[in-house]
């Protein structure tokens, strides 16, 4: 089965409550046995990484796992995933470095079926992210039936970002930066970049590989396993 990836939530920008920025309602699509729910971060404040997230899609907050953070100055930006195979919407509770406000961090919410859940991950930083220096992923590879999913964000708002090697599928004004994300499910080794507008941008790259595949959930109880991974 090949890895699928596609959009449910794109929401306004929530200012935190202390450190915490929580997102209600937000769609998770279609419920699926295997399925993975995507948080992609950005945020521009100084200190205000994006460092923790948790899911709620019905039965309690959950940890979402991490992928390696992005980051130049005050940019950053980073991916948070986790397995939802219930529910249709989901509450997301991002804790940050410091309280951005509701022009400071924007989210998105992705949908990963056919995927197993050990992405391999990256980030990257640029201080100016214009055709000099854009932002890279270097070389990377992805699997037959593989998929890949990034977000980025730039310094400069209201100037729109230029991915290569990667389909682009949001490019948003966040108020006090821009939010771009992009998606590719074809295979092979190719090196993505995002390049902005303007001279010494500075720019964040954060991006998840996804091999085809199963994952096990299961309730609570003892289990053994057995053979060979």
Request: hydrophobic letters at 40%; proline letters at 3%.
């Amino acid at each position: 089965m090949a890895v699928a990836i596609s959009q449910t939530a794109d929401p306004a920008g929530v200012s935190a409550s202390g450190s915490v920025v929580t997102y209600t309602a937000a769609s998770i699509g279609t419920a699926a046995v295997d399925r993975i729910v995507a948080l992609v971060v950005t945020t521009e404040l100084a200190s205000a990484s994006p460092n923790s997230a948790t899911i709620d899609f019905g039965g309690g907050a959950v940890a979402m796992s991490t992928s390696t953070q992005g980051n130049f100055g005050a940019v950053y930006a980073r991916i948070f995933y986790a397995a939802a195979p219930t529910g249709t919407t989901a509450t997301f509770a991002i804790t940050f470095g410091a309280g951005p406000s509701s022009t400071q961090n924007h989210a998105s919410v992705y949908r990963l079926i056919g995927a197993r859940n050990l992405p391999t991950t990256g980030g990257n930083g640029s201080t100016d992210m214009d055709a000099t220096a854009p932002l890279t992923t270097g070389s990377i590879t992805i699997a037959t039936n593989g998929g890949f999913l990034a977000v980025a964000a730039g310094a400069t708002d209201a100037v729109g970002k230029t991915w290569a090697n990667a389909t682009e599928d949001l490019d948003v004004d966040a108020g006090a930066f821009q939010h771009t994300t992009a998606m590719r499910t074809t295979s092979g080794t190719v090196t993505v970049t995002v390049t902005g507008g303007t001279n010494q941008e500075d720019g964040a790259l954060s991006w998840s590989i996804w091999t085809p595949g199963t994952f096990l959930t299961a309730d609570a109880g003892t289990y053994t396993l057995t053979g060979t991974a």
